[in-house]
């Protein structure tokens, strides 16, 4: 096979595989964005995801909106400013289609890791070996 037939038929293949995503593009999250969700108190919001290359994306989040234009790879982000505890909110992206996260709530988020000390109730294990501060 000639080199320049080779390149041809990787393009043709790559624009039948590609194809299909651009013609079903819409709006996706990270799987960590949910209903339910906590975000952290008193920090910025980072909220980010992917669309269609090149189309613009609006985030709205206790009554501040933010537009930015996903990029040639279709990532986008946006920041929103810090705020205290509180909801329940409604996070709502725009873009080629519309997700709407319900029941949003702003607070603090502990990250708990380890194994047996996991097992751990927090009221301690009874009356001789409770937990101090």
Known sequence: MKPCLNKRVLL???FICIAPLAANAEVVLPKFFTDDMVLQRNMP???WGWDSAGENVSVEFRGETKSTTADE???WDVYFSSGAAG??????VRGSSTVELNDVLVGDVWVASGQSNMEMPLAGFG???????
């Open 12 to 14: 043709l293949l790559l």
């Open 45 to 47: 919001v980072h909220i």
């Open 73 to 75: 790879l279709g990532c």
């Open 87 to 92: 909801g329940p909110f409604t996070l709502t």
């Open 127 to 133: 009356p001789e070996a409770p937990i101090k501060d």
